[in-house]
């Protein structure tokens, strides 16, 4: 089994900043990649960033400049430091791992989510 932890989330006011972090944890041969998606309500599921086991990263166009993930391959996390946080990051934020656990399972797993909220 796989399990992956977030914490950090909370209620910012705009121009604040949150850090994410999320654990991954069970049994596990290899993590590739590894991201964050949010979800405001009524809105769909929407990818924020990504990155490679490499250390290649990508943005949606919206946080670009403002948001920073990275991951420590040895300690099987991934963060996502966000700054200069709007209203419209306020959502649900998801991270996600692609991960192998030997040579015949490897899939998508996610966690449970954590709450960013930004007050005006």
């Known amino acids: 089994q796989v399990q992956l932890v977030e914490s950090g989330g909370g209620l910012v006011q705009a121009g604040g900043s949150l850090r994410l972090s999320c654990s991954v944890s069970g049994s596990i041969s290899r993590i590739y990649d590894m991201g964050w998606y949010r979800q405001a309500p009524g809105n769909q599921r929407e990818l924020v960033a990504t990155i490679t086991r490499d250390g290649i990263t990508n943005y949606v166009d919206s946080v670009k400049g403002r948001f920073t993930i990275s991951r420590d391959n040895a300690e099987n996390t991934v963060s996502l430091q966000m700054n200069s946080l709007k209203p419209e990051d306020t959502a649900a934020y998801y991270c996600?791992?692609?991960?192998?656990?030997?040579?015949?399972?490897?899939?998508?797993?996610w966690g449970q989510g954590t709450q960013v909220t930004v007050s005006p």
């Open positions: 996600n791992a692609d991960v192998k656990r030997n040579y015949f399972n490897r899939g998508q797993y």
